[in-house]
């Protein structure tokens, strides 16, 4: 664990002050020059915040990577239905959809809802809505048309 | 005196090793106790989401009035691209679930109800308009869905480029809707 009481700044603004020092709590630092070239100094003071409290779950940070990969593949997605579409394209464009609109749709509920009862009963009616939307595009791909062929059609006319 | 202060800075170091040490520990320690001698450290204080659910509580039970923000703060661009992304997400995303349960639940298939769209007599102008009206939301989200994973791998946050990246995707989105709307 690197140090978190330097030398130099007990001397420069004397001993007593060492009490108010928020070793304890993670609050942002307005990062001195300094620590630029100590930059793992700044992240052993967010890791310890973690150690302080208990569990250091890495959910929420896989969540936010899942979602911005997601995003980058469905954006492969469109050029690749346009050029190849097929059941494939279709299958692989409603999973992504949906996924992708259930994620987003999470955020501004964690935004706008507050109250833990709350958040319970819109998070369920979310995850509700986006299994019913799944279901509904893989019934149309498996007995009408397909998302692509749905589109070239829409267009055509 | 520089001796006493000198001892006074070795005591207090070794007592803030003592609190990490038991922090590590996994005890939590709000507050260091102002004596030298450090009595016990047991898992106490509450966490961010408590104190934020006392808040919202008690200023829901005082029936206080919240302040005014939305109505009174300037608008700008990027705020307005911002809710639009949101709001272009919101709309598609219910777009997409109204289309599934249309799918489930309304009789016939996807060609008979297209022929019923176009026996309605709409008329070029307003098709092109339909069409613009579907590709905009589309291609909006998009554009400045690549510009939030631009932001996400921590490149243009400075506040010139961020007009310029905005506008660009203001322009792109709209060119590129007009030209699909063509097509």
Redesign the interface.
Same mark, same amino acid.
């Given at each position: 664990m690197a140090a978190i009481v330097r030398l130099s700044s007990v001397c420069r603004r004397g001993v007593k002050p060492l009490f108010y020092q928020s070793t304890f709590l993670a609050r942002p630092l307005a990062v001195p020059h300094t620590y630029k070239e100590h930059p793992y100094q700044l992240t052993a003071k967010i890791h310890a915040s973690q150690a302080l409290c208990g569990s250091g779950s890495k959910a929420a940070s896989l969540h936010w990577t899942a979602e911005r990969v997601l995003s980058i593949l469905l954006l492969a997605m469109g050029p690749v239905a346009y050029f190849n579409p097929g059941p494939f394209m279709d299958y692989s464009l409603a999973a992504a959809l949906t996924l992708h609109g259930h994620w987003g749709i999470g955020q501004v509920l964690t935004d706008y809802v507050h109250g833990d009862a709350k958040i319970k009963m819109a998070n369920a009616g979310l995850f509700l809505l986006s299994t019913v939307t799944f279901a509904g595009l893989c019934y149309f791909n498996y007995n009408d048309v397909g998302i692509c062929k749905a589109v070239a059609m829409l267009w055509s006319k | 005196m520089s001796s006493f202060?000198f001892f006074?800075?070795l005591i207090?170091?070794l007592f &803030?090793f003592v609190?990490?040490t038991l922090? +590590?520990q996994?005890a939590?320690?709000? +507050?260091?106790q102002?004596t030298v001698l450090f009595r016990h450290a047991a898992?106490m204080?509450t966490?961010a989401k408590e104190e934020m659910?006392k808040f919202?509580a008690k200023n829901a039970k005082l029936n206080r009035p919240m302040s005014p923000h939305l109505t009174i703060y300037k608008w700008s661009v990027p705020m307005m691209m911002s809710i639009t992304h949101?709001g272009t997400?919101?709309g !598609?995303?219910g777009a &997409?679930?109204a289309?599934? %349960?249309?799918? %489930?639940v309304l009789p016939g298939?996807?060609?008979y109800y !297209?022929d019923l769209i176009?026996s309605l007599y709409i008329g070029p102008y307003l #098709?092109g308009l339909a069409?613009f009206g579907i590709a905009f939301p589309v291609s909006y989200h998009?554009y400045n869905? #690549?510009r939030? !994973?631009w932001w996400?791998i921590g490149k243009g946050f400075k506040i010139p480029e961020v007009y310029r990246t905005g506008y660009t995707v203001i322009a792109l989105s709209v060119i590129t809707s007009i030209a699909v709307a063509f !097509?």
């Open positions: - | 202060f006074f800075f207090s170091c &803030i609190c990490r922090a +590590r996994g939590c320690v709000s +507050r260091p102002y898992p204080g966490t659910n919202w949101r997400g919101v !598609l995303s &997409i679930s289309f599934a %349960l249309a799918a %489930l298939n996807y060609p !297209l176009h #098709i069409k998009t869905g #690549i939030h !994973l996400d !097509l």
